[in-house]
Nanobody, 121 residues
């Protein structure tokens, strides 16, 4: 079984910063793409940022210049540094990983359970 655990969420005032972390553990042969989505109350889940195995990084237009994604492949971790937070960033943030459990198998997609970020004065 593969588990993804996020941490680092919390409450912050507008303009503040938070750093989210996500750790993948369990039976993992190799990890490919990693990234973050978010879901605000009453809204659909949306892409925040992805980091492909190639190193290609994508950001949603709404977070460009404020959020930075990074990963530690040795520790199976992905991070999201969030600066200049705005009330509209309030959401539950989910990390995801595309990985192989065994050599020769197709990659599978796994989600974390989410961590809540609240931006409010």
């Amino acid at each position: 079984q593969v588990q993804l655990v996020e941490s680092g969420g919390g409450s912050v005032q507008p303009g503040g910063s938070l750093r989210l972390s996500c750790t993948a553990s369990g039976r993992i042969f190799s990890i490919y793409n990693m990234g973050w989505y978010r879901q605000a109350p009453g809204k659909e889940r949306e892409l925040v940022s992805t980091m492909l195995t190639s190193g290609t990084i994508t950001y949603a237009d709404s977070v460009k210049g404020r959020f930075t994604i990074s990963r530690d492949n040795a520790k199976n971790m992905v991070f999201l540094q969030m600066d200049g937070l705005k009330p509209e960033d309030t959401a539950t943030y989910f990390c995801y990983v595309d990985l192989k459990v065994n050599r020769g198998e197709d990659p599978i997609h796994r989600w974390g359970k989410g961590t809540l970020v609240t931006v409010s004065s």
